[in-house]
């Protein structure tokens, strides 16, 4: 049995505080955020298969991180490749439990294409030209998740968005390990400059006060500036360390966009709530890696 440590890095804990917004932006669209239930629900739900995800990338990358990352928890004998596959398949059973007990059977209308994207990613797409759409369905339909298939429709602009990010952080995420052209971190650096443009629209179209409006575009400027910031410095120098960064802070970074999605939807509680998990997530990256 592993210890607590290395479960701990096997499914990137920190990272694991960036899941919340997913499923508070999908109930705030669709009218549902203040069924705390339901919302807590689905939140713990969200959390179970990020983190099946995270154990499930280990177990498919082993061979890979023996050569290219050799400390991770799996090749240093730390972690059994049974174990994080055993800990993928139960944390994946554990969130459609949460979420039919917070939304009914009808979660499965979700969650369960939800989970079947999470394992096609890990197990069979992340080495193809799919890659980038598979990981960008995971989180949008995590946001999706939030909203239910009945409120669906209502959320899928806000899901693009964050779809849109993703798509963002896995393209430079698949340079991360032998660095790259600065052309990548370029490309990253508009595309992040567009994504925060779309979120800010999206926003200012939906608030309802001016407050609102001003706090959303407050939290979108933070996103903007400190993802862009890690662009341009990997645009400066793309080694391996610069993309590594580039893609920890894209991670970190989706909670203050959610943050402002949620403050444009009228949510200003759980807008601060979410926003406040950004520097407490960015503490611990420090300490253990979120990529």
Request: contains cysteine; proline residues 6%; charged residues 15%.
């Amino acid at each position: 049995m592993p210890d607590a440590a290395a479960v701990a890095e096997l499914v990137r804990l920190p990272a694991v505080l960036s899941v919340p917004g997913d499923v508070l932006v999908g109930a705030a669209a669709s009218g549902q955020v203040r069924d705390v239930a339901r919302t807590a629900g689905l939140v713990a739900a969200s959390s179970c298969l990020y983190l099946a995800g995270m154990a499930l990338n280990d177990y498919a990358d082993r061979d890979v991180d023996a050569v290219e990352r050799p400390g991770r928890p799996i090749p240093s004998g730390r972690v059994s490749p049974g174990f994080a596959l055993g800990l993928a398949a139960g944390l994946t059973a554990g969130g459609a439990a949460f979420a039919i007990a917070a939304d009914g059977p009808r979660a499965l209308k979700v969650v369960a294409p939800l989970a079947m994207a999470v394992w096609g990613y890990d197990l069979a797409l992340k080495p193809t030209l799919a890659a980038t759409p598979g990981m960008s369905a995971c989180r949008g339909l995590d946001v999706v998740m939030g909203a239910g298939a009945h409120g669906a429709a209502r959320a899928l602009p806000a899901a693009a968005v964050v779809a849109a990010h993703t798509a963002v952080v896995t393209e430079v995420s698949r340079r991360e390990v032998e660095g790259g052209s600065a052309a990548v971190a370029t490309r990253a650096l508009v595309a992040t400059g567009a994504v925060a443009a779309a979120s800010a629209g999206l926003s200012v179209a939906k608030a309802k006060g001016r407050a609102g409006r001003i706090a959303a575009l407050g939290l979108v400027g933070a996103y903007a500036a400190v993802v862009g910031r890690a662009h341009a410095e990997a645009i400066a120098d793309p080694s391996p360390e610069r993309l590594q960064r580039a893609v920890g802070t894209g991670i970190l970074g989706l909670i203050p966009l959610e943050a402002g999605l949620l403050a444009g939807t009228g949510a200003p509680a759980q807008a601060a709530a979410v926003a406040g998990l950004w520097p407490v997530a960015r503490k611990l990256a420090r300490k253990r890696a979120v990529t």
